[in-house]
């Protein structure tokens, strides 16, 4: 039998993993650990074009969603750089899907309807839904969405545009989930769904 | 350690060399448990699982979904790690308490599992509603329809498994069944990174959750078919079957793959023979005999099917062992003299312990049989025990023929053998006579550490 292995022995294999445990924990993401000013100061930020009229804010194109991404000036990489995004422009897509084109012309003249504040895990997300006159939803403007973190941009930026496009194509909230983008699917769904309520149309 | 002439057939061969001993401590095994468990915690706490607790109910039931849904997985992750077999943690604690964590391990994660669904489930239903929270949950939502029939296989695998469940299954039923376990694991895992929001939004949590799957993959291929393989490559063939007593045969199996192997007398193989319709189950079986170069002695005793069909084993017939495995082995014996207990089949692993023994252990060997018809290897048992100044005594006979309840309580065991506390104890027998030794002897004044059990393997 060998003999009793030594205290140093016995206590530097936990002590060891214990540090690379934690130096691990302490590089992943932590959402909300910055504080809720920094929050305030972002929604501060993206709140702005909220009351504008929709009409007056930028030029509406028919974007597809994939153009929208290099629009905003993110860094490749949203882990490390952290200066150059403070406060993104809001997601501003208005899709036209061609098959609702020929049907009813989308002409987005009816009820506007601001959503109320959808706030999940990561942040906040607000909506501002436009209607035609035949009550059709026909545009979908995200006011607010989480921009704490590098991470959250980068998620919503590419995940809200199609969030966007598939409400318009559905005419309602029964869309699909983006991979990566659960937990902004259910405050999207949820928003979007609120709005539809509070439609004096029903 | 002298080695005296012995009375085994294999004797004249050289003994095989004692595989390595393991430096594998308790504090080791805890620390990877311990950090496990603290990067799953750490990596839920710092996604705002806490924090989420006290808030809406929504969010608290979403958060502890994903807590009880990581321990799941780390519950699976280290019962999978104990299916290696990994040589230096067996060799530490042996097979036999490997198996029995690794049942623990599959009840704990069922349970999980169990609180996982339903925290989703209570997670979803508060948008949704209960029926949309389930349908969202088994069907609509990615990879949950593939999830939803993992997680029932698991939990199918894990009540076949129940001590309750297993015993109306045979064995055959029961592998196969356990077999679908390893897709039920797969089949969760997608879930876990497309929608665990844990994995799904942080690059770094999913690279370290995909590694240490991936590589518990590779660790689980290597470990369960590349040894597989080897063993494969290494056959041995059937070079002897002798009638030992009613039901009982010895099998001694050599080759030239054995001049490398090592052993200890008491230690057992995974044996699996290559006969139509056998080839792919394993039987456990212990040595009998002091494993040497020679050939590697079992004494096996028709049970099962299984177990029936080696004792009537043809010479010549191709055989493949995994192994040894045991920890109950001759070197956790220092100075000390020696008491060794032999219940019905047992008498293999302790025959083939003693024989490693030397003069200074004086054993004392008791073995206990429930019919004259079933002793095996007394003639072999006496000559090794005098050789070592040691000596047999023998209780055979149904229980309720004894002349004593408890036939080892600690007042006969004292009687038997006066100087028990001073002697280190080895058991192999029967669950239910290895217990009632083992409380006897402690009762003795024998350390706990002293007493050594193995259960019997045949």
């Known amino acids: 039998m060998s003999q009793k292995p030594t205290l140093g022995r016995q206590i530097f294999p936990a002590v060891a993993l214990t540090v690379v445990g934690v130096g691990f924990i302490s590089l992943l993401d932590n959402p909300g650990g910055n504080g809720g000013v920094a929050l305030e100061g972002a929604f501060g930020a993206t709140t702005v074009p909220m009351n504008a009229d929709t009409t007056t804010v930028l030029p509406e194109v028919a974007v597809d969603p994939s153009v929208v991404v290099p629009q905003t000036t993110l860094a490749p990489s949203p882990l490390v750089t952290v200066a150059p995004v403070v406060t993104p422009a809001p997601v501003d897509v208005t899709t036209t899907p061609s098959t609702q084109q020929a049907t009813s012309a989308t002409t987005c003249d009816g009820v506007a309807i601001t959503g109320p504040v959808a706030s999940f895990r990561w942040g906040n997300i607000q909506l501002r839904a436009t209607f035609s006159q035949k009550n059709v939803l026909c545009k979908v403007k995200v006011l607010t969405y989480p921009t704490d973190h590098q991470k959250s941009i980068y998620i919503n930026q590419n995940a809200l545009p199609i969030y966007n496009q598939e409400a318009i194509a559905a005419g309602g909230a029964n869309i699909s989930v983006v991979s990566g983008a659960t937990e902004s699917w259910r405050a999207y769904t949820a928003d979007l769904q609120a709005i539809l309520d509070s439609h004096p149309a029903g | 350690m002298t080695r005296p002439a012995t009375a085994s057939a294999v004797s004249q061969a050289r003994p095989l060399p004692s595989p390595k001993e393991s430096r594998v401590l308790d504090t080791d095994v805890g620390a990877i448990i311990g950090a496990l468990t603290l990067v799953v915690v750490g990596l839920w706490s710092r996604h705002g699982g806490v924090a989420a607790l006290g808030d809406s109910a929504a969010k608290t039931y979403t958060s502890l979904a994903q807590l009880t849904g990581l321990l799941c997985s780390e519950a699976g992750i280290l019962g999978l790690i104990l299916v290696t077999r990994t040589p230096v943690v067996e060799r530490r604690y042996g097979l036999d308490r490997m198996f029995n964590w690794h049942r623990l391990l599959g009840e704990a994660m069922a349970i999980f599992l169990a609180l996982h669904i339903a925290f989703s489930i209570a997670a979803w239903a508060i948008p949704d509603g209960t029926m949309n929270a389930i349908q969202s949950l088994t069907g609509k939502e990615p990879y949950m329809a593939l999830t939803t029939v993992?997680?029932?296989?698991?939990?199918?695998?894990?009540?076949?498994?129940?001590?309750?469940?297993?015993?109306?299954?045979?064995?055959?039923?029961?592998?196969?069944?356990?077999?679908?376990?390893?897709?039920?694991?797969?089949?969760?895992?997608?879930?876990?990174?497309?929608?665990?929001?844990?994995?799904?939004?942080?690059?770094?949590?999913?690279?370290?959750?995909?590694?240490?799957?991936?590589?518990?993959?590779?660790?689980?291929?290597?470990?369960?078919?590349?040894?597989?393989?080897?063993?494969?490559?290494?056959?041995?063939?059937?070079?002897?079957?002798?009638?030992?007593?009613?039901?009982?045969?010895?099998?001694?199996?050599?080759?030239?793959?054995?001049?490398?192997?090592?052993?200890?007398?008491?230690?057992?193989?995974?044996?699996?023979?290559?006969?139509?319709?056998?080839?792919?189950?394993?039987?456990?079986?212990?040595?009998?005999?002091?494993?040497?170069?020679?050939?590697?002695?079992?004494?096996?005793?028709?049970?099962?099917?299984?177990?029936?069909?080696?004792?009537?084993?043809?010479?010549?017939?191709?055989?493949?062992?995994?192994?040894?495995?045991?920890?109950?082995?001759?070197?956790?014996?220092?100075?000390?003299?020696?008491?060794?207990?032999?219940?019905?089949?047992?008498?293999?692993?302790?025959?083939?312990?003693?024989?490693?023994?030397?003069?200074?252990?004086?054993?004392?060997?008791?073995?206990?049989?429930?019919?004259?018809?079933?002793?095996?290897?007394?003639?072999?048992?006496?000559?090794?025990?005098?050789?070592r100044n040691g000596r047999v005594h023998t209780l055979i006979g149904p229980r309720a023929t004894l002349k004593v309840a408890d036939p080892f309580s600690p007042e006969v065991l004292l009687k038997v053998v006066p100087d028990l506390a001073q002697r280190v104890v080895i058991v192999a027998g029967p669950e239910s006579m290895v217990k009632a030794v083992q409380r006897g002897a402690k009762a003795a004044g024998v350390p706990v550490e002293n007493i050594h059990a193995e259960r019997a393997w045949w």
């Open chain 2, 150 to 387: 993992g997680s029932v296989i698991v939990l199918i695998v894990t009540i076949s498994s129940l001590k309750w469940f297993r015993n109306k299954l045979s064995y055959e039923m029961w592998y196969f069944v356990h077999l679908t376990a390893y897709f039920g694991l797969a089949a969760s895992f997608s879930h876990q990174i497309v929608l665990g929001t844990d994995f799904a939004d942080d690059a770094l949590a999913r690279g370290f959750w995909v590694g240490i799957h991936l590589a518990l993959v590779v660790w689980l291929i290597w470990s369960r078919w590349g040894r597989l393989v080897v063993a494969v490559a290494r056959p041995l063939r059937v070079t002897a079957v002798t009638h030992e007593a009613q039901g009982v045969t010895s099998v001694v199996l050599s080759g030239t793959h054995l001049r490398k192997a090592k052993a200890l007398g008491g230690q057992f193989y995974l044996v699996r023979q290559m006969v139509k319709g056998r080839w792919w189950q394993t039987n456990p079986f212990s040595l009998s005999a002091q494993p040497t170069n020679a050939g590697l002695r079992f004494t096996v005793k028709s049970r099962g099917e299984s177990s029936n069909a080696f004792t009537n084993i043809a010479l010549g017939t191709r055989v493949i062992v995994e192994g040894p495995y045991g920890v109950c082995t001759p070197d956790v014996v220092n100075s000390e003299k020696v008491l060794l207990v032999a219940g019905g089949v047992g008498i293999g692993p302790v025959v083939s312990f003693l024989e490693q023994l030397g003069s200074e252990h004086e054993p004392i060997i008791l073995y206990r049989a429930t019919s004259e018809k079933e002793v095996a290897h007394i003639n072999e048992l006496e000559a090794l025990a005098t050789a």
